[in-house]
T-cell receptor, first 109, second 111 residues
Framework: RKEVEQDPGPFNVPEGATVAFNCTYS??????FFWYRQDCRKEPKLLMS???SGNEDGRFTAQLNRASQYISLLIRDSKLSDSATYLC??????????FGPGTRLSVLP | NAGVTQTPKFQVLKTGQSMTLQCAQD?????MYWYRQDPGMGLRLIYY???????DKGEVPNGYNVSRLNKREFSLRLESAAPSQTSVYFC??????????FGPGTRLTVL
């Protein structure tokens, strides 16, 4: 079983839709979590960190449920420019980062 | 401020050839990483260097060696390339916060 698992998608949604991605992790010792965005044939870039209390950055909301070992990313009012692959990442101090395989999103006009 | 740079951007090798992938960062970061990315697999850590002068194996180190030449540079060497090493290779760096900054990647094909 992979340490970080994601639904690979693709998620095809119309502009303006709300879309949610889920991620589960198996290592209960993981202490920090992140969502990275990766455009086609480009490097990953940090989208947002995920805090236990949940956090929001504009149209993006991230949630962490430690009891269920579950992380989510909600995108509201999807834009064409949101089309990308979204990587869920866990970090365990001293053991480095573990990346999920990514969820591909296509926002359609 | 270029961030993280990698050379070359593309490379084609024949089985058994050797090559070195170069990575440099100008952000004065302590930690540097080498990952490979294969379809459906996500990024997998090959080697990392927590600070200048130290290197450690990651999840998939076999077939690779690394050198942390100084604080700025972290190179990855394939001594005898194999088709299974066909992949996209990303270098990344990190200071004491949790954020990693990635280079643009090297697309390697081994025939």
């Amino acid at each position: 079983r992979k340490e970080v698992e994601q639904d690979p998608g693709p998620f095809n949604v119309p502009e303006g839709a709300t879309v949610a991605f889920n991620c589960t992790y198996s290592n209960s010792a993981s202490q920090s979590f992140f969502w990275y965005r990766q455009d086609c044939r480009k490097e990953p870039k940090l989208l947002m960190s995920v805090y236990s209390s949940g956090n929001e950055d504009g149209r993006f909301t991230a949630q962490l449920n430690r009891a269920s070992q579950y992380i989510s990313l909600l995108i509201r009012d999807s834009k064409l420019s949101d089309s990308a692959t979204y990587l869920c990442v866990g970090y365990n101090y001293g053991q480095n980062f573990v990346f999920g395989p990514g969820t591909r999103l296509s926002v359609l006009p | 401020n270029a961030g993280v740079t990698q050379t070359p951007k593309f490379q084609v090798l024949k089985t058994g050839q050797s090559m070195t992938l170069q990575c440099a960062q100008d952000m004065n970061h302590n930690s540097m990483y080498w990952y490979r990315q294969d379809p459906g697999m996500g990024l997998r850590l090959i080697y990392y260097s927590a600070s200048e002068g130290t290197t450690d194996k990651g999840e998939v180190p076999n077939g690779y060696n690394v050198s942390r030449l100084n604080k700025r540079e972290f190179s990855l060497r394939l001594e005898s390339a194999a088709p299974s090493q066909t992949s996209v290779y990303f270098c990344a760096s990190r200071v004491n916060t949790d954020t990693q900054y990635f280079g643009p990647g090297t697309r390697l094909t081994v025939l």
